[in-house]
């Protein structure tokens, strides 16, 4: 699992919370009772009805509060299912990929789009956040040839799960913070089951599973059959972690990925210590050794690319684990 990070997340979950804001004054202005008021005087009109229902937060906090905050609201309110409005809106907000909500148009801007596509595009998210294998970001395909040109529609390829589920948590459906970019293989196998760590979570969760391999010699690899992924959670937090690996399988999935590490280790044997210093002796081709290594095994290997390329997570600890052996392989 890797952690959901966005220097422009707080902008995001405010874009979020004004297009929820003027969908509801949208919603509202069907009703014969509130139809005069404006959305100031709506959103207002929202957080009394909630007050009285026994809600003591806000539309504001509702939408756009962090997950540590967003958690406690869900220990609160976990037996409220009087208000579903929210889970109307979520299935416009993440339906067609034509529809969208929040239409407003601000004075002297263009209209602006916001569904669940916009929302994924604007993460920068590539890959999911719960594997760190499949592919999430949106694509496009040709949906009209015309003589003005092309038109296209975006595609998500991701889905959206909710961490705190909609059935359940009806008043979180559209909180910015609750709503996970995930692949598909994982939003199925998590299907209903609660998640015990979120990615949007304030603090680091990358070290909280190392990737490692098991080798029957390691100057002897011939195949990869030789290679086992083994996966180990961090010992402070043990049973939770393997709970959450056990409902998303990820130790039965990385099995099929002994071939990536396989694949590092006949890279680290063929470039090993003493050839990639022969290679630095030429001058004007390598800066330095790190130069390198980023040719061979990418340079997404830092935390804060993870989320940029599918396996970077596995990669980096596999690489991280052989530079401990004190051997020529290096």
Known sequence: MIRIYNDKLDE????????????????????????????????????????????????????????????????????????????????????????HIGLRKPRGKPRANYNANTMVESLGFKVCPLCNRNYINNTKRISKIGTNGTEYTIKRTCQLDHFYSQSQYPLLAMSFYNLLPVCSSCNHAKSHTPLLISPYSIDKIEHLITFDFNIDDIKAISHQDHVKVSVKPDPSNEKLIRDQLNVLGIEELYKNHNDIVFEILQKYHYYNKTKRKELQSFEGLYENEQEIKNILFGNYNDIDNFHRKSLSKLTRDIINRIEQYPSDLI
Do not use: C, P, W
């Open 12 to 99: 995001l979950a405010e874009i979020h919370y004004l297009a929820v804001r003027n969908q509801l004054y949208k919603d509202f202005k069907q009703n014969k009772k509130t139809k005069k008021l404006n959305v100031n005087e709506i959103e207002a009109e929202f957080d009394a009805n909630l007050k009285k229902d026994g809600i003591s937060n806000t539309l504001y906090e509702i939408i756009t509060s962090k997950f540590d905050v967003l958690s406690e609201m869900a220990k609160n309110n976990v037996n409220y299912k009087k208000n579903k409005i929210f889970q109307k809106m979520y299935n416009k907000f993440s339906g067609r990929d034509d529809a």
